[in-house]
């Protein structure tokens, strides 16, 4: 029993080093390799807690260690690619005051994200859903995006408006009030399960896209999420 229990802490943990990794690999201008590892992680992340449940072995500790865990690797290293990114990026020559500044925008997704692990822990509403974008999958989007259409962005007149626009919609998305759906299928109905079933079977044909799949597949994503808010508003 006492070596059961350090397993899914041990997977935890290996997501961690994922991220840790993943900074390493931005650094060295490996974008590529730092996608893999953060994809890596999120592979750990998914089955921590799994695996928790398997043994029976869930703790307070595991919880803890599990959030400080995500936000190396989905909150700090898809921060440190963007930022590694934009600092090559050209700013206009009216922005060259702050042109040195604006790269390091992007942490701020690392502190937006320490929020929302910290909102989930405490939330006793996410048991089915969440509430604003899980930090994996905004990490995905800004990964993807950073590796797929990085050479696009950087061509673009206004490529560091369009990043810094990004980033603070990405920081209020975390946080948002708004609910979003699950992949967790419990029942197999397609009543049940119909918006995850439409989600897996539009978003499928996406994966075509190679490494810059994530950023359409998350973008349908939170504009389902959005939309069935609204409609259940009205």
Same mark, same amino acid.
């Given at each position: 029993?006492?070596? !059961?229990?350090?397993?899914?802490? @041990?997977?935890?943990?290996?997501?961690?080093?994922? *991220?840790?990794?993943?900074?390493?690999?931005?650094?060295? *201008?490996?974008? #590529?390799?730092?996608?893999?590892? /953060?994809? /890596? *992680?999120?592979?750990?992340? $998914?089955?921590?807690?799994?695996?928790? %449940?398997?043994?029976?072995? +869930?703790?307070?500790?595991?919880?803890? /260690?599990?959030?400080?865990?995500?936000?190396?690797?989905? *909150? $700090?290293?898809?921060?440190?690619? #963007?930022?590694?990114?934009?600092? &090559?990026?050209?700013?206009?020559?009216?922005?060259?005051?702050?042109?040195?500044?604006?790269?390091?925008?992007?942490?701020?997704? +690392?502190?937006?994200?320490?929020? %929302? =692990?910290? !909102?989930?822990?405490?939330? !006793? %509403?996410?048991?089915?859903?969440?509430?604003?974008?899980?930090?994996?999958?905004? @990490?995905?989007?800004?990964?993807?995006?950073?590796?797929?259409?990085?050479?696009?962005?950087? &061509?673009?007149?206004?490529?560091? =408006?369009?990043m810094l626009g990004l980033i603070a919609l990405s920081c209020y998305l975390l946080v948002a009030e708004i609910p979003m759906f699950s992949m967790k299928i419990k029942y197999l109905a397609w009543r049940a399960? !119909?918006? %995850?079933? +439409?989600?897996?079977?539009? +978003?499928?044909?996406?994966?075509?896209?190679?490494?810059?799949?994530?950023?359409?597949?998350i973008s349908l994503y939170v504009a389902i999420s959005v939309v069935k808010t609204l409609a259940r508003?009205?």
């Open positions: 029993m006492s070596f !059961k229990k350090h397993i899914p802490n @041990a997977i935890t943990c290996c997501n961690l080093l994922s *991220g840790c990794i993943s900074c390493v690999m931005a650094m060295e *201008g490996n974008f #590529v390799l730092a996608l893999t590892f /953060i994809v /890596i *992680g999120a592979v750990f992340d $998914f089955f921590d807690g799994m695996v928790a %449940r398997l043994l029976k072995v +869930s703790s307070p500790l595991g919880v803890q /260690i599990d959030s400080l865990a995500d936000d190396i690797t989905f *909150g $700090f290293a898809p921060s440190f690619m #963007v930022f590694t990114y934009m600092q &090559r990026l050209t700013f206009p020559e009216y922005l060259a005051p702050v042109a040195e500044i604006l790269p390091f925008t992007p942490f701020l997704i +690392s502190a937006f994200s320490a929020l %929302r =692990l910290a !909102k989930f822990n405490i939330d !006793k %509403r996410q048991t089915t859903t969440f509430i604003g974008l899980p930090t994996p999958a905004n @990490a995905l989007f800004w990964a993807s995006l950073v590796v797929g259409y990085g050479t696009f962005i950087s &061509r673009l007149n206004y490529g560091w =408006l369009l399960n !119909k918006i %995850r079933y +439409s989600f897996l079977i539009v +978003s499928a044909p996406m994966l075509l896209l190679g490494v810059g799949a994530a950023v359409p597949i508003k009205r």
